[in-house]
């Protein structure tokens, strides 16, 4: 019987130019081959995006499993109108039913807009601010932790970098930090290593330092899969 695995995540999940893809590396070391992977990872997301797109798939579709690797603390998701565009700003992002206005984060690509500057700016004129924002993408984090565990779905979640101390100075310049783990957040079905810092441990950054390289990502999965809540 073909099982239906739910990816949610950021372009750290997404497949892109590599071989083999994500998709296909947890296929090969968790899944098997058999198994159906549905992947509404997008780059520049964030938190909230992950959330209204986990709630809104569950709630249509039978799942078997969900995976969601959560990302930066510092971006910021707006619901939008379906037909709703900025010009020249290609991050109004829908990848299954709501459509989300996405700032990418503390240097994101809202910097290179007039209109996306007059929205997101005030998120990130200050520290205060920062720190509002990041809140808000923790408690993202903790309802779509909630939603898998009232809907009887099994998971494992992680975030893509290690939000109290991040591999690189660039990462926590982009994403974002906190000084202290969430307490709000359940570790029942958490996976303690992440995937950034352990391909930084392993020269399996690309040279952005912010993606992996899949060569890696592969040892990545392998070194935890013991922790995976999922039967084949």
């Not at 797109?53 to 930066?72: E, H, M, P, S």
């Not at 565009?85 to 807009?113: E, F, H, M, Q, V």
């Not at 591999?167 to 926590?172: G, Y």
């Not at 040892?219 to 995976?228: A, G, L, P, R, Y």
């Amino acid at each position: 019987m073909t099982k239906k695995i739910l990816f949610l995540g950021c372009s750290n999940l997404k497949n892109d130019w590599q071989k083999p893809s994500k998709e296909q590396i947890w296929k090969d070391v968790i899944f098997g081959q058999d198994a159906e992977i549905v992947n509404l990872s997008w780059p520049g997301v964030g938190n909230q995006f992950i959330f209204g797109n986990c709630v809104d798939y569950v709630t249509d579709n039978k799942i078997d499993y969900v995976y969601a690797q959560f990302t930066g603390l510092a971006r910021f998701d707006i619901p939008s109108n379906d037909k709703y565009a900025i010009p020249n700003y290609d991050y109004c992002i829908k990848t299954y039913k709501r459509r989300y206005l996405c700032s990418g984060g503390k240097t994101g690509s809202w910097t290179g807009n007039k209109r996306t500057n007059q929205i997101f700016m005030p998120c990130y004129f200050n520290d205060e601010e920062y720190q509002h924002v990041a809140k808000e993408s923790i408690q993202a984090v903790a309802s779509t932790l909630w939603f898998l565990k009232q809907q009887n779905v099994p998971h494992n979640w992680t975030f893509f970098y290690d939000i109290t101390n991040p591999a690189t100075s660039d990462q926590e310049l982009y994403d974002g930090k906190v000084d202290v783990f969430p307490t709000l957040l359940d570790k029942t079905h958490w996976i303690d290593k992440d995937p950034h810092s352990y391909c930084a441990e392993h020269n399996g950054l690309q040279q952005d330092g912010c993606h992996f390289l899949n060569s890696v990502y592969k040892d990545w999965v392998e070194s935890i899969k013991d922790q995976i809540n999922y039967e084949r």
